[in-house]
C-alpha cells in the first residue's frame, strides 16, 4: 500500500506563497516517489465546522505530515497556532495505530536562515506533544525573493532549495528522515547578504517615496542616535 502525504500551508497568502511553492515542490517529488498528496490550507480551514473536519481527516489518512508556514515575529502566524492547538486538542484522547511523520518548513524574509530555529522548535515540540515521529525541519532565508514562484519557474537562485527538497523526498520514500546534507542546502543564502541589504534599501526608498515620505525615513523623534 503506498504512503499518504498531506501539506498543511500555514501561509494567509495561500496559493501565492513561498510557503506553498516550497510544500508543493516537495509534494511533487514525493507524488513521483508513488505516494499520495493533498494539501490543506490552514487559514481557509479554521474559518468553519467543515474545513475543521476537512483539516483534521487530511492528518488522519496521512502517513506524513509537512507544515510549511512564513515566519511571523520569530514564530507562527497566528492560524498556525489555533490550528496546532486545535490539532492536540483532538489527538489527546485519540487512538493511535500507526505512528506518523512530520517535518516542518519554515521560511523567513530575513537573508540568515538561523531566523527560523524558535519556529522550528515549535513545530518539534508540537509534532511531540502530538505523538507524530519528527522528522526534521528545514530553515530557509531570504524566502520574500522566490515571492510565491514556481520553484521550477524560479530560476538558478533556487537550485540549492530544489535539490535539497528532491533529497528530502528521496529520504521519506525510503522511510528515513530529512538528511542533514538536504538540511544545509536549503539553509544556504539565496543572495549574498550585501545584496539582499542593497535591495531592501532601494525598496524601502521606493515605497516612502510612494507614500509621500522619504524626507522623513532618517527622523529621530525620540532623539535616539
Same mark, same amino acid.
Given at each position: 500500500?503506498?504512503? %499518504? ?7 494567509? &497568502? ?5 510557503? %506553498? ?11 513521483? =516517489? ?15 465546522? /467543515? $474545513? ?24 507562527? %502566524? ?45 513545530? &518539534? ?15 530557509? /532565508? $531570504? ?11 524560479? /530560476? ?18 525510503? $522511510? ?26 532601494? $525598496?524601502?526608498?521606493?515605497?516612502? =517615496? ?9 527622523? &529621530? ?5
Amino acid at each position: 500500500m503506498s504512503l %499518504h502525504a498531506t501539506l498543511l500551508i500555514g501561509s494567509p &497568502r495561500g496559493p501565492q506563497s513561498t510557503s %506553498h511553492a516550497l510544500g508543493t515542490y516537495l509534494l511533487d517529488r514525493l507524488k513521483e =516517489k508513488g505516494m499520495s498528496v493533498n494539501k490543506v490550507f490552514i487559514q481557509r480551514s479554521l474559518i468553519s465546522k /467543515g $474545513g475543521i473536519d476537512t483539516l483534521l481527516q487530511a492528518l488522519d489518512e496521512a502517513d506524513i505530515i509537512v507544515l510549511a508556514s512564513p515566519l511571523y515575529a520569530d514564530g507562527h %502566524h497566528s492560524g498556525v497556532i489555533a490550528a496546532m492547538e486545535l490539532i492536540r486538542a483532538r489527538l489527546s484522547d485519540k487512538p493511535r495505530i500507526n505512528r506518523q511523520k512530520m517535518l516542518a518548513i519554515s521560511n523567513s524574509g530575513f537573508p540568515e536562515s538561523s531566523h527560523n530555529d524558535l519556529s522550528l522548535s515549535i513545530s &518539534r515540540r508540537f509534532a511531540v506533544e502530538c505523538g507524530f515521529e519528527w522528522a526534521g525541519g528545514f530553515a530557509l /532565508g $531570504g524566502g520574500e525573493s522566490i515571492g510565491g514562484q514556481p520553484l521550477e519557474k524560479a /530560476g538558478g537562485r533556487v537550485r540549492n532549495v530544489r535539490k535539497s527538497l528532491e533529497l528530502a523526498a528521496d529520504a521519506l520514500a525510503k $522511510g528515513e528522515y530529512l538528511p542533514e546534507s538536504a538540511v544545509a542546502l536549503m539553509a544556504m543564502p539565496l543572495v549574498p547578504r550585501w545584496l539582499y541589504l542593497l535591495i531592501g534599501n532601494i $525598496g524601502w526608498r521606493w515605497k516612502a =517615496k510612494k507614500q509621500g515620505c522619504r524626507e522623513e525615513l532618517n527622523n &529621530r523623534p525620540y532623539g535616539i542616535p
